[in-house]
């Protein structure tokens, strides 16, 4: 089947990968805009170490879905199942793991990073749809699957749910996308009537039923005229219903709807939607990701680290108990011990405190005028700095800053090790579709991973360089691993061909 998003019968919203861009490159500006009124300081730092957390999130999630939910196949809820694999079909996408769960809120979504994705429908739905209605529901989420937009989505939400934060950073962009993701659910149930009713259902439950649609559709009318009106939208991810479905009903009456529609109701008898399995047999060279992925991976990395980095200081500078303030002890030792100019710099200080600033010329003076006001106590033996590990060996005290330049290698360790062995790609990975595996397709223990992270963050220097002329790299051949494409690390088969 023709590509659905391509040349002049793209079926995407126009403009919707601008406004991703749009909203990444404002996204410093909006986060500090809605950490303003939450006070709270949100910023890049911030976002990069939620991601980081979503991703594992979604990325374990899968084994939450099948130890919770309950998972349908061709002889476990047929019905249901035979409406995802006729969507899959016509879209031309292989078919997804299908879970129902307990969900009173979000009808059908999708989450993950790549093949096989995992479609999941709420009990408390599911029933009340009709056929043709469901079929659209499942049909937009798919659209979702094919137009790219899940792998982004999942880190936005990781379970579907509409977070005001992300709606308000992202939502000119995700708004955009619930448009495209009508559109392919129109052409998969072929009914306009069918397709409204399944958003009405969505948005006011039951008692739409007992609604007018086309009176309830012509409140998007009323809502263009009015500027005032429009501004609720910008907190929500997903337009207002009564616009998704005139640009549905536009849609449809468009040129671009009859071309589309033929050929979704061909592609049925043409194509039988494959299932990815995980691959068997050797990785080959060809596998392998070329240098550009893995060095744009890497600086993608580089900068979470940084940023992840950054959040946790400032957080364990705020919550750590019993931290100094700079008025209320600014002497780390008694003022016998200390020199000329920290004496200086201690008298300065403590002459700020209210009752103390004009009574006292000396150092001495000074603490002594402030340990019987009460407001410093002299601390002979302090305590180490909260972001400083400290351990004795020989009798001598030795000191480490978590949060120095030297420690930034063992946070970049640590990054590493964590998100492969349990997600079997970074941050950085997952954008650009890659991943580590062994040589036969497996996920690396841990083993294999924390040697594989300690060879790349102290030659790292001299590996990124060399990659440049060879997609196997000697670290990859010491530890047993690859770097590969996503997509080879799976092979699509139909059902027939799995039954045999």
């Known amino acids: 089947m023709q590509y659905l998003f391509s040349g002049r019968t793209s079926l995407r ?4 990968w601008l406004w991703l861009i749009l909203t990444c490159l404002f996204a410093p500006v909006t986060l500090g805009i809605a950490g303003f009124f939450l006070h709270e300081e949100l910023g890049i730092s911030t976002a990069a170490l939620l991601l980081v957390v ?3 999130f979604v990325t374990i999630s899968r084994g939450q879905l099948l130890g919770s939910s309950v998972r349908i196949d061709a002889e476990h809820f047929p019905q249901i199942f035979h409406v995802v694999e006729r969507c899959a079909s016509m879209i031309g996408i292989p078919m997804p793991m299908v879970f129902v769960r307990d969900d009173n809120t979000i009808p059908v979504t999708v989450i993950g990073f790549g093949d096989p994705y995992a479609l999941v429908l709420a009990n408390h739905w599911i029933d009340h749809f009709k056929e043709d209605e469901l079929t659209f529901m499942i049909g937009r989420e798919l659209g979702h699957v094919a137009a790219g937009h899940t792998r982004f989505e999942s880190l936005l939400s990781t379970n579907g749910k509409e977070n005001a934060i992300v709606a308000f950073v992202f939502g000119a962009w995700l708004r955009r996308t619930e448009y495209t993701a009508d559109r392919i659910g129109l052409l998969c149930c072929g009914s306009l009537d069918s397709a409204m009713r399944a958003i009405a259902f969505a948005t006011v439950h039951h008692f739409s039923r007992k609604i007018h649609l086309e009176t309830f559709a012509q409140q998007a ?4 005229r009015d500027q005032i009106l429009r501004m609720g939208e910008w907190l929500s991810a997903v337009p207002y219903a009564t616009k998704r479905m005139a640009a549905l009903r536009q849609f449809h009456e468009s040129a671009l709807y009859a071309y589309w529609a033929e050929r979704f109701l061909e592609n049925p008898a043409s194509y039988v939607p494959a299932s990815p399995v995980p691959r068997t047999g050797t990785v080959d060279k060809r596998d392998c990701v070329g240098w550009w992925r893995r060095f744009a991976a890497t600086l993608l990395d580089c900068i979470v680290i940084s940023a992840l980095l950054t959040t946790v200081h400032h957080y364990t500078e705020q919550v750590a108990p019993g931290a100094p303030s700079p008025v209320a002890s600014p002497a780390p030792t008694h003022a016998r011990k200390l020199s000329a100019e920290d004496r200086r710099a201690v008298l300065n200080a403590l002459q700020q405190v209210p009752g103390l600033r004009d009574h006292t010329r000396t150092v001495d003076e000074a603490l002594q005028a402030a340990e019987k006001s009460g407001a410093v106590t002299v601390n002979d033996n302090p305590e180490p700095p909260s972001d400083q590990a400290t ?4 009798g001598l005290n030795f000191g480490f800053d978590f949060f120095g330049g030297g420690a930034w290698p063992i946070w970049a360790f640590g990054y590493y090790v964590v998100l492969v062995v349990v997600a079997g790609q970074t941050l950085g990975m997952m954008i650009f579709a890659i991943r580590v595996v062994t040589t036969h397709f497996n996920r690396p223990g841990l083993f294999r991973v924390a040697v594989r992270a300690g060879i790349l963050v102290i030659f790292g220097w001299l590996i990124i360089p060399l990659g ?11 530890t047993g691993t690859r770097v590969i494409v996503l997509e080879r690390a799976l092979q699509y088969v139909t059902r027939s061909t799995a039954r045999a």
Not at 13 to 16: M, V
Not at 391 to 394: A, E, L, N, Y
Not at 468 to 478: M, N, P
């Open 54 to 56: 979503a991703m594992i």
């Open 13 to 16: 919203t126009p403009a919707e």
């Open 221 to 224: 009318a009323e809502i263009s």
């Open 468 to 478: 440049f002329f060879t997609r196997v790299q000697w670290h990859d051949r010491l």
């Open 391 to 394: 351990f004795k060996i020989g």
